[in-house]
């Protein structure tokens, strides 16, 4: 079954499904509205939404078809008039298992972010006990065709065989939710059944790195040892990979002549202003729609460690997005990849976050400042501010960038793609902004690097002052 490129639109009284569906029968759609609960079938399409409030059939309801556009347009009446649906236009929440949308609403239920970034985020439960709605196809009809005309003509037994086949598909596909939704977690993520050790997104994920040594990924800093070597050994590997590249006379270097990294923290970021109204373009509407569908559901740490993890991901595409102003390159899918710490070592961040990603922004890439490190961290701050639309919007990009390389695509199956739908279906715009606020109010000190950079910074400016000549008495 085919899930049709949808928008969904509102005002005080009513909701309007737009779907996108060419060449398709009008007088064989069928239609279910059951409260929150609205099903959509005709061959070869389905669509199933679960919306925040109440939606009923009413006179006012009606189905159009219009075959010059392709576009089949459901209006149905709001329940309670006046009441505002919220997040119409993230269209993963609204293709989330119903049991999954009701115990995620707004935030009701996500508990606190702490009051530190550094200190762990408080557990933020999601998900609950699955139930399947029983679907009744409409009495009425609900169809108005505008105009059309049948191309072929099909023998009346062949015509009701072949409905009665498909509505079979439709009602099995309706109780089952066409889902598959991801095993529930433990209390004690560090608990495991498996001599296999997993990684990517809820440690989801294994056999990514089987060949690694053939793919030329060069990302990767655990070669071989990636499918077998415990997490925290992945943390000691990635720590001595990144003193090895540190490079005094490098810092050094950039620290002195500054002149295009002045320019590029200079300039205007796209997320600068988090009051923005952001609205999805319909390509992005478009990717939204080729995610996975999926039911998240982590135990509190776990969902402190996707917090955190967002930070760093979000800071690896700050500094892509900013050192290209926004005009990807060939090497952009390289710098993201390995400026995270959860795709390059596979390593989840913890509470030094900011830490993690200052190290290896200092170690690997072209541009190694700490005043950059700085403004990236504001332009984080940024987007978490702007909510749940501006990080779905860095995270498609960051994921488009990964997925077109030849070598770094594994990134965004074992990364991206959960998290542009986890952050439509369990994170909350509430939550996001705490975690911009602890991003914005911690302090970093560069002592805490593990590097003198404070000493070399001293170095050079004391260098500076012995190379400035003494003043003579015709100066004075």
């Given amino acids: 079954m085919i899930t049709p490129k949808f928008t969904c639109t509102q005002d005080d009284e009513s909701v309007t499904v737009s779907c996108y569906m060419p060449s398709i029968r009008a007088s064989e759609v069928e239609i279910d509205v059951d409260r929150t609960h ?10 199933r939404l679960t919306f925040p409030q109440a939606l009923i059939e009413d006179d006012d309801s009606y189905a159009r078809y219009d075959p010059s556009s392709a576009f089949l347009n459901v209006k149905l009446t709001k329940e309670d008039k006046g009441v505002y649906f919220p997040d119409l236009d993230l269209l993963s929440r609204l293709l989330v298992p119903p049991a999954s949308t009701s115990q995620n609403a707004r935030g009701s239920d ?101 060949l690694s040594s053939q793919t030329g990924n060069d990302v990767n800093e655990l070669g071989d040892l990636a499918e077998t070597i415990a997490p925290s050994v992945r943390t000691e590997m990635r720590l001595a990979h990144e003193d090895e590249k540190w490079d005094e006379e490098y810092y050094i270097a950039e620290f002195v002549e500054d002149e295009e990294i002045q320019e590029i923290i200079k300039w205007k970021h796209p997320f600068d ?11 992005e509407r478009d990717k939204m729609l080729e995610l996975p569908r999926k039911e998240y559901l982590p135990a509190p740490q776990q969902t402190t460690s996707l917090y955190l993890t967002l930070v760093s991901i979000l800071f690896s595409y700050c500094y892509d997005l900013r050192t290209t ?20 070592a596979l390593d989840v961040a913890g509470t030094t976050v900011l830490v993690r990603s200052y190290r290896r922004a200092l170690a690997f890439p072209l541009y190694r400042n700490w005043l950059l490190c700085e403004r990236l961290r504001k332009d984080v701050a940024n987007i978490l501010a702007a909510g ?50 602890d991003v914005t109010e911690v302090k970093i000190s560069k002592s805490t690097i593990g590097w003198p950079l404070e000493e070399l910074e001293e170095a050079v400016l004391d260098a500076r002052r012995g190379e400035e000549p003494e003043a003579d008495s015709d100066d004075e």
């Fill in 110 to 210: 996500d508990g606190d972010i702490s009051e530190g970034v550094t200190d762990s985020i408080q557990g933020l439960t999601l998900g609950g006990r699955k139930s399947s709605a029983t679907l009744e196809v409409s009495s009425r009809p609900l169809i108005e065709v505008l105009k059309s005309t049948d191309s072929k003509e099909e023998s009346e037994d062949m015509r009701l065989e072949r409905l009665k086949r498909e509505r079979g598909i439709f009602l099995k596909a309706a109780a089952n939710d066409w889902h598959y939704p991801a095993p529930e977690a433990t209390e004690d993520p560090t608990i495991t059944l498996s001599i296999k050790n997993q990684y990517g997104f809820l440690d989801a994920y294994s056999g990514f790195f089987k």
């Fill in 273 to 283: 202003d988090p009051s923005q109204e952001i609205e999805f373009t319909d390509a």
């Fill in 388 to 437: 749940q639309r501006a990080v779905t919007r860095a995270l498609l990009e960051a994921k488009s960038i990964l997925e077109h390389s030849d070598t770094y695509y594994v990134y965004s199956k074992m990364w991206m793609e959960d998290y542009c739908v986890w952050i439509q279906t369990g994170a909350s715009d509430e939550a996001l902004k705490k975690l911009s606020r």
């Fill in 325 to 344: 102003q926004h005009e990807p390159t060939a090497e952009s899918a390289w710098t993201i990849a390995t400026l995270t710490p959860c795709m390059s």
């Fill in 38 to 47: 609205f099903s959509l079938y005709v061959h070869p399409y389905f669509l």
